[in-house]
């Protein structure tokens, strides 16, 4: 029997390390949340056949059936019921602040940037190219605007099995 990644919360905590390393400035619980699923399956985002993003991720190994055997919403869904510990565990080892500005953020600290450096796996490399992507999409959002899309990148995609039928 083998685990998924996702099943294991040192696996999500690193990933939590390298997005708040790659966006470089303090983050709420929802846009951690959502910027995190979204560099993870970052071709819910670039959807389209000829987004000029598609291809850099493509190139970084990701591949639309990672989302096949599940739908997107409730990998969504599983992945929020995961984010509060993982960020609490984070605070409580000193590798992220969290700061009440009137909503609570969260943020490196200096040894938590320390660690996210030391991340050299082929797979830190595709998720921060993917973070990047999504960042730069996704940064001057409303957070109204950020849920509504996000309600329609949830929606499964056509199958480019059946795709290709048409």
């Known amino acids: 029997m083998s685990i998924a990644p996702d099943d294991v919360s ?10 708040l390393a790659t966006v470089k400035e303090p983050l709420d619980a929802e846009r ?14 670039a959807r ?3 987004d000029p993003d598609r291809t850099p991720l493509r190139l970084a190994g990701f ?4 989302v096949a055997y ?7 869904a599983t992945a929020q019921l995961h984010l509060g510990r993982d960020v609490a565990a984070l605070v409580g080892r000193g590798l992220v602040r969290a700061a009440a500005t009137g909503r609570v953020t969260y943020r490196l600290t200096t040894e938590g940037a320390a660690v996210a450096d030391r991340f050299t796996a082929m797979y830190a490399h595709s998720y921060i190219t993917a973070a990047r ?3 730069r999409r996704l940064r001057r959002m409303s957070g109204r605007k950020l849920r509504e899309g996000l309600r329609q990148w949830l929606l499964p995609a056509p199958s480019p099995v059946l795709r290709d039928l048409t």
């Open 32 to 45: 951690l949340g959502i910027y995190d699923f979204l560099a993870e399956h970052p071709l819910l985002l």
């Open 10 to 19: 040192v696996f999500r905590q690193a990933r939590l390390l390298l997005l």
């Open 63 to 66: 591949d639309d059936r990672n």
């Open 133 to 135: 992507i999504v960042i």
């Open 70 to 76: 599940a739908s997107p919403a409730q990998r969504y």
């Open 48 to 50: 389209a056949d000829d």
